[in-house]
C-alpha cells in the first residue's frame, strides 16, 4: 500500500442498529452500514477522507489516528451525507492547523444534513443522544487538486450514486481513488435516494472510476473483511442492473428482497437493501 513515501490505510467504523422501524421481514432491526475513513499520509502531512459519524466512532477514530505517526493536515469529504462527516468537529480539535475541504457543492449539502429539521427528522431520530451538538463545515474546495507531500490528490465530480452531488478521490501515484458512497464493498447499496434516472447516473458514475484505473479503491462502505480490489467497481455495477431486473420481474417489496438476497447473499447488511425495495416498490 504504498508508492515512494506515500502511504494509505483504512479505518472501518463498525454498523450499529439504528431506530429505524422498517425492519425486513427476516431481522429484529434495522442496522447501519460500515463506514470506511481513509489516511492518506507520506509521514510529514496527512490527508483525512471522511471523518465518519457518531461521537464514539469520532473517539476510536481519533485514537486510531494518535497511533500513528501521520498528523492530520488536511481533511477532505467526498459528499454530504452525515455519517461521513459529523465527525469532522471532532478530528479539528484533536488537529487544529488542519484544514477541511469539499468541493462547493458538497458543502451545499453538508448545510442541508445537518440543518435543524433533517436532524430531527433523521439522524437525531435514528441515533439518539449519539450525534455531536457541534458542527463544522468544510470550506469550498476551489480547485479540484490538492497535495500530500507533494503528491497530486484529485477531486473527481461523479454526480449522482447514492445521493447528489457525490465525488471520489484519485491519487495516481499510489493508484488509489477512494470511492466515497460511488462504490459499496460487499454491503447491499442504499438505492432508496436513486430512482431509474439515479440508478443511470450511478452506472454512469461507475464509468468514471474505472476509466481512472485503479489498483485499489477503498468504498465508502466497505465490509471490514473485504479486500480493496478494484473488481469492486463492477461488482457494484453489477448489483445495479440485478436490481433493475429485479424490479421488471418482481411485484412487491419482498419480492424484490428475496430476489436481491438470492443474486448477493455475501453482502451485509440486509436493512440497507429493504430501505431500497421499499423506496422502489412502496
Not at 124 to 148: G, S
Not at 173 to 194: F, P, Q, R
Not at 210 to 231: F, N, Q, Y
Not at 239 to 254: C, P, V
Amino acid at each position: 500500500m504504498t508508492s515512494t513515501a506515500l502511504s494509505y490505510a483504512v479505518h472501518i467504523a463498525d454498523g450499529m442498529p439504528t431506530t429505524n422501524a422498517d425492519v425486513p421481514p427476516d431481522l429484529t432491526e434495522r442496522s447501519w452500514s460500515p463506514t470506511s475513513s481513509i489516511l492518506i499520509s507520506n509521514g510529514g502531512e496527512a490527508l483525512l477522507v471522511d471523518p465518519l459519524f457518531t461521537i464514539a466512532q469520532s473517539e476510536r477514530l481519533l485514537q486510531w489516528l494518535s497511533e500513528r505517526d501521520a498528523p492530520v493536515t488536511s481533511v477532505y469529504v467526498t459528499h454530504g451525507h452525515g455519517d461521513h462527516w459529523f465527525g469532522l468537529g471532532a478530528v479539528l480539535q484533536q488537529y487544529p492547523g488542519a484544514r477541511a475541504v469539499a468541493l462547493p457543492e458538497v458543502v451545499k449539502e453538508m448545510a442541508v444534513q445537518s440543518s435543524p429539521e433533517v436532524l430531527k427528522a433523521m439522524w437525531r431520530a435514528w441515533f439518539p443522544e449519539q450525534i455531536p451538538e457541534r458542527f463544522v463545515l468544510a470550506e469550498p474546495l476551489e480547485d479540484e487538486v490538492m497535495t500530500v507531500g507533494g503528491a497530486e490528490v484529485r477531486a473527481v465530480r461523479l454526480g449522482h450514486t447514492d445521493s447528489d452531488d457525490t465525488t471520489c478521490l484519485h491519487v495516481p501515484d499510489l493508484g488509489l481513488v477512494v470511492a466515497g458512497d460511488a462504490i459499496y464493498n460487499n454491503v447491499h447499496l442504499m438505492l432508496a435516494a436513486s430512482d431509474a434516472d439515479g440508478r443511470a447516473q450511478w452506472l454512469r458514475a461507475l464509468d468514471t472510476v474505472e476509466a481512472l484505473a485503479p489498483t485499489a479503491i477503498v468504498a465508502g462502505h466497505k465490509d471490514p473483511s473485504a479486500d480493496d480490489d478494484p473488481r469492486h467497481i463492477e461488482e457494484t455495477r453489477r448489483y445495479i442492473l440485478d436490481f433493475e431486473l429485479g424490479l421488471r420481474r418482481t411485484n412487491s417489496t419482498l419480492e424484490l428482497y428475496e430476489f436481491m438476497l438470492e443474486r448477493h447473499p455475501s453482502r451485509i447488511n440486509h436493512g440497507a437493501l429493504w430501505g431500497s425495495c421499499r423506496a422502489a416498490k412502496g
